[in-house]
């Protein structure tokens, strides 16, 4: 069965820490998404990767960076953890082409104290 | 303005019932679509692609309407189980494969 991994479900970090969300996937796709999903917000695109060591901006890059240094692997990074970074992450990735959809990790609550 | 709108919901319905919503989507040059479904607490899981001729799984329909920018599910013979927000999905651009999320249109299915 196809997977798209979180490295944590749950996390409980303080403000100002460094935050490490971890994503893999093993059906070797090219495309990896970072999303955050709120009440009432909808899915948000973070960043994206089209391929190892490439990273773009998607619609709210602020306070966040990305690592892809294996096809496999998507890192975010939450810099220096704010209480407004409250949220439910979710890592996505897809095949490249225009028919295929996302498959989506079962994704990381991240509570910010 | 949102590149993907769906009615919010919720829609409440019996067992048995048939529901139907929509989703407009703004960029007429949209590429593909799909249903996906999300449970409380849990990830979006594809529930259909959407085809120009509209398409069939079981007690879903999904239908695209491009002249009126406009997608659609239909639930004949609701079940309990079928109880989650159903989000409408595009892509539309034409140079990456980023995807467009609606805000999700919820469906309570009641016994």
């Known amino acids: 069965d196809v997977k798209v991994t979180q490295s944590s479900r749950y996390l409980v970090k303080r403000t100002g820490e460094k935050v490490f969300l971890e994503c893999v996937q093993d059906?070797?796709?090219?495309?990896m998404f970072w999303y955050r999903q709120d009440p009432g917000l909808g899915l948000r695109l973070i960043y994206f990767?089209?391929?190892?060591?490439?990273?773009e901006k998607g619609d709210i890059p602020e306070g966040y960076s990305v690592s892809r240094e294996k096809k496999e692997r998507f890192s975010l990074i939450l810099e220096s953890a704010s209480t407004n970074q409250t949220s439910m992450y979710l890592c996505?990735?897809?095949?490249?082409?225009?028919?295929?959809?996302?498959?989506f990790g079962s994704g990381t609550r991240l509570t910010v104290v | 303005r949102k590149e993907v709108e769906q009615d919010p919901g919720p829609f409440n319905v019996p067992e048995g019932a048939t529901v139907a919503f929509n989703c407009t989507y703004s960029?007429?040059?949209?590429?593909?679509f799909f249903w996906y479904r999300q449970d409380c607490r849990k990830e979006p899981k594809l529930l259909m692609s959407?085809?120009?001729s509209g398409n069939e799984d079981g007690r879903f329909t999904a239908q695209l309407n491009r002249a009126s920018q406009y997608i659609s599910l239909l639930i004949r013979d609701s079940k309990l189980s079928d109880s989650a927000t159903y989000l409408c999905?595009?892509?539309?651009?034409?140079?990456?494969?980023?995807?467009?999320f609606g805000a999700g249109t919820t469906v309570t299915v009641r016994a």
């Open positions: 999905v595009v892509n539309p651009h034409s140079n990456d494969y980023k995807l467009s």
């Open positions: 960029n007429s040059a949209s590429q593909s």
């Open positions: 959407v085809y120009s």
């Open positions: 996505a990735s897809s095949l490249t082409g225009y028919s295929y959809g996302y498959t």
């Open positions: 990767s089209y391929d190892v060591k490439m990273k």
């Open positions: 059906m070797d796709h090219e495309n």
